[in-house]
């Protein structure tokens, strides 16, 4: 066997090293990482996230540590008909050292995840860490019952799952902010913990379309001494998902700068002026629940109503031609306000952004022409707006 073939194999063997420390979105898919092909050993972890993560972080642990072991077999198989026959050189000795090392390296692993998993793993270092949670102060008797907090918050719906990176995610649920890590897995209670987000960076993905991705990192501060801090760092379009669920708002030093994209300006400056207009009282027969969720958005429940209000005059007074005056939409309330503003802002030619406010846009279902001067929050039903 030549030079070339060590050299080759043992980029391969790094490549593959990388692939399983690392795994790539497409390897995720494929299904070829090391926790969905030993799922079966870890259990579930909708039903016990706590122990489902001892035991992956423990795997991947015991994997990791085999696969400097597994390089220098395969070396010998191959290539050990190469090696000098002299036991004695520096070399034989240097290799003879390596060996032990990489046998030593498992051997160490594999007897410390022996000793963690006794007595239903509570010697394990995320064990010992959910211990300092049951203190007096608390309702935790011991790690168990802090384990069982969370996976009772974990198991329902409203918790929050963000993906940082392939081996990372930020979990937050009613009262914990937990991040997983490969080897580890950090934990804060909510309600002694302050979150401070202290950086953002932002990365061009295409230079033609001027895309940009923002990242915002923050710091997750428990206020008790003997739990660690740890950082997180999340893409800037989840940060208010994230702060949704958590009970304390998030601080944000001045130096972090969210970056938004014109639309997203325009629906606060729109939002702005029609928090100005006036409001609109709904009809006693139409109960609030009867209407329904937005039509465009789904997801919240219609708070404008499109009512004229503006005199059909232009920015100097002057009447304007009957061609361009608004007109009476008898529509039910049907839109959000972001909604009606994100319309809005389609319907304007986009190389004019600075005249947008001052332009008409038409009702999505009747195409009544209205301005943002007609654009009423329904009593009651104002919401998002700094006030
Ligand atoms: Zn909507
Ligand atoms: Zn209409
Ligand atoms: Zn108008």
């Given at each position: 066997?030549?030079?070339?073939?060590?050299?080759?194999?043992?980029?391969?063997?790094?490549?593959?090293?990388?692939?399983?420390?690392?795994?790539?979105?497409e390897f995720e898919s494929a299904g070829l990482?090391?926790?969905?092909?030993?799922?079966?050993?870890?259990?579930?972890?909708?039903?016990?996230?706590?122990?489902?993560?001892?035991?992956?972080?423990?795997?991947?642990?015991?994997?990791?540590?085999?696969?400097?072991?597994?390089?220098?077999?395969?070396?010998?198989?191959?290539?050990?008909?190469?090696?000098?026959?002299?036991?004695?050189?520096?070399?034989?000795?240097?290799?003879?050292?390596?060996?032990?090392?990489?046998?030593?390296?498992?051997?160490?692993?594999?007897?410390?995840?022996?000793?963690?998993?006794?007595?239903?793993?509570?010697?394990?270092?995320?064990?010992?860490?959910?211990?300092k949670f049951a203190t007096s102060r608390t309702?935790?008797?011991?790690?168990?019952?802090?384990?069982?907090?969370?996976?009772?918050?974990?198991?329902?719906?409203?918790?929050?799952?963000?993906?940082?990176?392939?081996?990372?995610?930020?979990?937050?649920?009613?009262?914990?902010?937990?991040?997983?890590?490969?080897?580890?897995?950090?934990?804060?209670?909510?309600?002694?913990?302050?979150?401070?987000?202290?950086?953002?960076?932002?990365?061009?993905?295409?230079?033609?379309?001027?895309?940009?991705?923002?990242?915002?990192?923050?710091?997750?501060?428990?206020?008790?001494?003997?739990?660690?801090?740890?950082?997180?760092?999340?893409?800037?379009?989840?940060?208010?998902?994230?702060?949704?669920?958590?009970?304390?708002?998030?601080?944000?030093?001045?130096?972090?700068?969210?970056?938004?994209?014109?639309?997203?300006?325009?629906?606060?400056?729109?939002?702005?002026?029609?928090?100005?207009?006036?409001?609109?009282?709904?009809?006693?027969?139409?109960?609030?629940?009867?209407?329904?969720?937005?039509?465009?958005?789904?997801?919240?429940?219609?708070?404008?109503?499109?009512?004229?209000?503006?005199?059909?005059?232009?920015?100097?007074?002057?009447?304007?031609?009957?061609?361009?005056?608004?007109?009476?939409?008898?529509?039910?309330?049907?839109?959000?306000?972001?909604?009606?503003?994100?319309?809005?802002?389609?319907?304007?030619?986009?190389?004019?952004?600075?005249?947008?406010?001052?332009?008409?846009?038409?009702?999505?279902?009747?195409?009544?022409?209205?301005?943002?001067?007609?654009?009423?929050?329904?009593?009651?039903?104002?919401?998002?707006?700094?006030?």
């Open positions: 066997m030549s030079q070339e073939s060590v050299i080759v194999f043992t980029i391969f063997y790094a490549l593959l090293c990388f692939c399983i420390v690392y795994p790539s979105t990482t090391v926790d969905h092909i030993f799922s079966s050993r870890l259990g579930s972890e909708s039903i016990s996230f706590v122990q489902y993560h001892i035991r992956r972080t423990s795997l991947n642990l015991m994997v990791h540590s085999l696969l400097p072991l597994m390089y220098i077999r395969v070396y010998f198989m191959q290539f050990a008909s190469e090696a000098n026959p002299d036991s004695y050189s520096t070399v034989m000795v240097t290799w003879k050292i390596l060996i032990a090392a990489v046998v030593l390296l498992p051997t160490l692993v594999a007897t410390a995840i022996y000793y963690w998993s006794r007595n239903n793993w509570q010697n394990h270092p995320v064990a010992k860490h959910l211990t309702r935790f008797v011991d790690w168990q019952a802090v384990a069982t907090s969370i996976n009772d918050e974990y198991r329902r719906d409203d918790k929050v799952v963000i993906r940082m990176n392939p081996i990372s995610r930020i979990v937050a649920t009613e009262s914990w902010v937990i991040k997983t890590g490969p080897y580890w897995i950090n934990v804060a209670h909510q309600d002694d913990t302050t979150m401070i987000a202290y950086k953002s960076d932002t990365h061009e993905v295409s230079q033609e379309a001027f895309e940009t991705v923002q990242f915002v990192n923050i710091a997750v501060r428990p206020i008790r001494e003997e739990i660690k801090e740890f950082s997180i760092r999340i893409n800037a379009l989840d940060f208010k998902e994230l702060q949704d669920r958590l009970s304390h708002p998030i601080t944000i030093l001045s130096s972090v700068k969210f970056h938004r994209s014109v639309l997203d300006r325009f629906v606060d400056v729109f939002m702005d002026q029609v928090s100005q207009n006036p409001i609109y009282r709904l009809d006693s027969d139409v109960v609030m629940e009867n209407l329904d969720s937005c039509f465009a958005c789904m997801q919240t429940q219609p708070n404008i109503k499109i009512e004229k209000h503006c005199l059909d005059v232009d920015g100097n007074g002057e009447p304007l031609p009957q061609a361009r005056c608004c007109q009476v939409c008898n529509c039910r309330p049907m839109w959000c306000i972001e909604c009606v503003a994100k319309w809005f802002a389609s319907r304007q030619n986009q190389s004019e952004r600075d005249s947008w406010l001052q332009q008409k846009c038409t009702c999505p279902m009747c195409r009544a022409r209205f301005c943002i001067l007609d654009v009423c929050y329904i009593e009651g039903m104002r919401r998002g707006v700094n006030s």
